[in-house]
């Protein structure tokens, strides 16, 4: 065979396969009528029912989705020794992210096309959940997504058990108002959670009379922040918004303090950095800086005292509880309520009888939103200790209704669209 | 001017550090043309040692001082196993020994995660190096000055030992004209392995310094490597000076660029400028002469 | 049978194709669920730009650590089209972007509304790219561990370029969710299945072009570069224009790939194109033999599988697995697997020294440097 025959065999093999597409293939135009082709095989026959654990077990997330992976696994054991959900057992199909969105994707179609789960419990990124969610969609699956995040997003296949931005954001905003702060310097990491909760931030100052002296983006991982510290100080705004991720953070307190820059003169608000990252920046090096939450080890409550003692004895007791980790282990147990409010495993009816379920959870009471399937949690700024751990410093008080696009904030207007 | 000297001085400190993460690297790639991707993990590794070392001792100025040499001993240590197990049979295939050193680098990293967690953990620097010193109203972190003062030591160090000493003379004869060199009766094998020891152990001093700098975690040397490589490729292959002046250029034009830019941009316009300066030199800075065509 | 006359041989040529489409177009398909076949589409995209690089770097002696560079293009080029093609006819703007900024389509996007001119652009973006750089390159006799280490930074910083612009490359996140496929809808596994065939038709094709390459005049030459480039020089031959072409070849491949992998996997991510996918692309090829033709798809797939299937069951152990991969083979068997038996029968022969030992046919590997 030599090359123009070769050439010859790709035209003649492209021309049939135009014809096969041509032959039996759905046009995008009648794709409504093949979304039927997600039915579901769930088998919940038996005296057990499958459900999907996916979270990054290796890579650069493994750091914060192993401690996901964690509460889950307390949640679940906890359930199948109360008798499980609907007196059928969990068993556990855990999968590994890898910290990449096409294996997030991936593993995902393989939970819920190979393995037959009920619910999908995981993801951690922006990314990770962005990928995951036309998997879920065009399968008619369930996702439980436990973490914070940057709003402007409502699938009737995913249920979000962090805080949307008006549950951390504009709360953390408020918080900087109170105390006086006249001017914000904003520093994130390059990717679209900082970009977008900047956005919002931009919104709300401008409707505040806050000015907003300087926006600065680092690639992820980056270490060096010696330039932008530089142009945080130089600009001397009243406090800092710090959207950075991981490992950043690190250096970028590092460089702050060896600035001679202070949580008194210029305090760092963090929506990102929670009990597990503490200890890696150094609490020397972030001590009495206030981050945004909606739930601290620290809460004193029976149900949080449980769930930490719960935790401790399960991994140890060098372990900390965080906000992701609670919103997590919270997920499996609204699930358990849906699960049992429709007394059925089904897709849509756990969507017909989510709204209203609600769940004495570590941080308080939640209840879930059936219209937006977020939750209605209660927004807390703490201040990093000594020890290490978050103190609450201010709180809304009681639980803020999920409102992910926005809408019931005039100076919101506009973003969402 | 305040901006302009706290610019020139971020510049001359990234450089300071991309220095250090070279200086071991120019040499191990320079001798020996072996192209160690486990480097960057030479330099987690020294960043570990800081942290078991401070761990073990508790006061973090003393535990500093104990980490240089531990962290030195460490990574040459590394780097003479991975001698010995691996690039001892491949000196005639450069280009492999990237591949396996990825490999290595590979098993490293997951090594350390398995060994002490997925989480980062934090070295507390020593108090005489907290906060700034304010020269002219311009405030110069303590840490960065003690890393350009520590990378300039160690180029002075490694400088005149390749200059003075009786083994200083081995390596470069060695890296001009390896076969000449044999005949002469230097043995290339025991030279070889003792540059991998002090260019391994280099990386190790550069992880401790890393330490005052930013999270410690076992992606660590991922950060620093492709730079680390970009320096020496511009400096040219067995020269310090090169290096030298390589990352020196590098550090303030990226901190420069990225003032007025992004760090993003900054990062790929300082790329783009290697490249152009390839097709300008592609050799780098500074040539070693030799009869040799290739 | 020895690779030598396998390669040469015209009817075992013919036969091995038949016998590869039958395996690939029949058997895989009846014998794999609609998910697992989806997977096996995804690993002979990998097995395309490994086809590419058994040429450049087993054949031409090029360590190409930035394949993921012309992968990104293709899929990026192939997935820009994508969306605009799912974007609401009244705007004409992708989802992700209406939700990030209100700045519109940028002007780059413009040219991929048209099918046409993605599937031309998939093909000619790469190979342009591969040409500047390689005539650049290798015209400044830049080679062997200096050209490795650009094309590895050139893949970090392609990397860093489409995280950082989130706003028209969809960032960290990448580009996914696509709804159709030149019209056709990505949801009906009838579709999904013409889409994996398109994929296995393609790498037959590429490893026809491969073999016709590696066993013409050119591919010789080819080889003569990879072993001494000088002396090939004094012969009259430009040795950066032979190995600008192979590269641009190879770079081609991956474009495709890329390209196939966008509709096949449903998304594409920086995740896929820096550093480390990119050399993560060679171990395929060096575990199957780089000189060989069919090693590299053979080894790519293989290593594609066992990914798969390891890190379903050992989260952190496939990470173990690939490095120790990349230290033994390229260490000890530097041939692949496809010189597992010359080496084998060498060890014996050696064991006996009685009888002449006979010259293996371990194809010959240099540095290259």
Redesign the interface.
Known sequence: MNISSARRLVAVATASAMVLLSGCGARVSDDTATAGEGTSCVDTSGSSVKIGFLNSRSGTMAISENTVYNSLKLAADQINAAGGVEGKQLTIVAEDGASEPTVFAEKAEKLIRGDCVAAVFGGWTSSSRKAMLPVFESNNALLFYPVQYEGLESSKNIFYTGATTNQQIVPALDYLKEKGAKSLFLVGSDYVFPQTANKIIKAYAKANGIEVKGEEYAPLGHTDFSTIVSKVKAAGADAVFNTLNGDSNVAFFKEYKNAGLTAEAMPVLSVSIAEEEVGGIGIGNIVGQPVAWNYYQTIDSPQNKKFVADFKTAYGDAKVTSDPMEAAYTSLYLWKGMVEKAKSFAVADIQKAAGGVSFEAPEGTVTVNGDNHHIAKTALIGKIAQDGLIYTDWTSGKPIEPDPFLKSYPWAAGLSG | MEILLSQLFNGLSGGSILLLAALGLALTFGQMGVINMAHGEFIMAGAYTAYVVQNLLGDAGLSLLVSLPAAFVVGGLLGIALEALLLRRMYHRPLDTLLVTFGVSLVLQQLARDVFGTAGVDVAAPAWLSGPVVVFGTAFPKTRLFILALALVAVAVLASLLAFTPLGRRIRATVQNRSLAESSGISSRRTDRVTFFVGSGLAGVAGVALTLMGSISSNLGTAYIVDAFLVVVVGGIGQIKGAVIAAFVLGVAQSWIEYSTTASIAKVVVLAIVVAFLQLRPQGIFVVRTRSLV | MNLKSFLTGRWA??GGFVLAAVLLLVVAPALL????L??LG?YLCFAMVAVGIGLAWGRG?M?V?GQGVFFGLGAYIMAMHLKLA?APASTGVPD?M???S?DGVPFWWEPFRSGAVTLVAIVVVPALAAVLLGL??FR???R???F???S???A??FA??L??N?RSTG????L?????F????L?????RL?LY??AV??L??MV??AR?LMVSRYGELLVACRDAE?RVRFLGYDPAAIKTFAYAVAAVMAGVAGALFVPI?????P??VG?VPS?GL??GV?IGGRTTLLGPVLGAIAVAWAE?SL??RF??G???A???????V??FL?GGLASLGPVLRGWRDRLRPAVPAEKTSVPS?????
């Open positions: 040529v013919v669920t609609p998910f697992r989806g997977l995804k002696g360590l650590l799912d992700f209406a939700l990030i209100s650049a390159t400044r006799r830049v062997g561990a200096y490795a280490i650009l590895q930074a050139l970090a910083a860093i370029l995280i950082g989130p960032g960290s996140t990448g996914n969710n696509f709804k159709g030149f019209g056709f809808s949801r009906d596994p009838a579709n013409t065939v398109i038709v393609a037959l094709a026809a072009v016709q000088e996997v449903g998304i594409i991510s995740n896929d550093i050399i060679l171990i060096a798969t890190s379903e989260p952190s496939w990470t173990y690939q490095g120790l991969l990349f230290m033994l390229v260490a530097p590997l240099s540095g290259g440097s």
